[in-house]
């Protein structure tokens, strides 16, 4: 049986829970949007690793040629509406649920 990757999320409540990789559809949805938050099993802030592990299975840091990696986090300006609303919910600016009743120019302009 092949060894599965586990990986910690901070839930909407602040729980840590274990995930095994991939994860179900909707919680990497929820991870995207930045509803959820990786982090360590100890809750402390997830740093990755040096060959660029994701939540996404399989994905490595530059796979997405369209949305390359910004070294502090910030999404390519090509990127979709989706990181976006990720983006600027982790910078503390609007929930997720206001996030995406704005535009993904406005969306930019507000993460600026």
Same mark, same amino acid.
């Given at each position: 049986?092949?060894?599965?990757e586990?990986?910690?999320v ?11 990789? #991939?994860?179900?559809? #909707?919680?990497?949805d *929820?991870l995207? *949007?930045g509803?959820? *938050? *990786?982090?360590n ?14 939540t996404? @299975?399989? @994905?490595?840091?530059?796979?997405d040629?369209a949305? #390359?990696? /910004?070294?502090?986090?910030? #999404?390519a300006?090509? @990127?979709p ?6 983006y ?19 969306l930019?302009?507000?993460? /600026?």
């Amino acid at each position: 049986m092949a060894e599965t990757e586990t990986i910690y999320v901070l839930g909407e409540g602040g729980g840590v829970h274990a995930m095994d990789v #991939p994860l179900p559809e #909707p919680i990497q949805d *929820r991870l995207t *949007r930045g509803l959820l *938050r *990786r982090v360590n099993k100890d809750g402390s802030p997830y740093q990755g690793t040096a060959t660029g592990e994701d939540t996404r @299975a399989g @994905a490595k840091d530059g796979d997405d040629p369209a949305h #390359p990696p /910004s070294p502090d986090g910030r #999404p390519a300006q090509s @990127a979709p509406k989706s990181e976006w609303i990720g983006y600027v919910v982790r910078l503390g600016k609007l929930s997720a649920e206001d996030a995406a009743n704005y535009t993904k120019a406005d969306l930019i302009d507000l993460a /600026s």
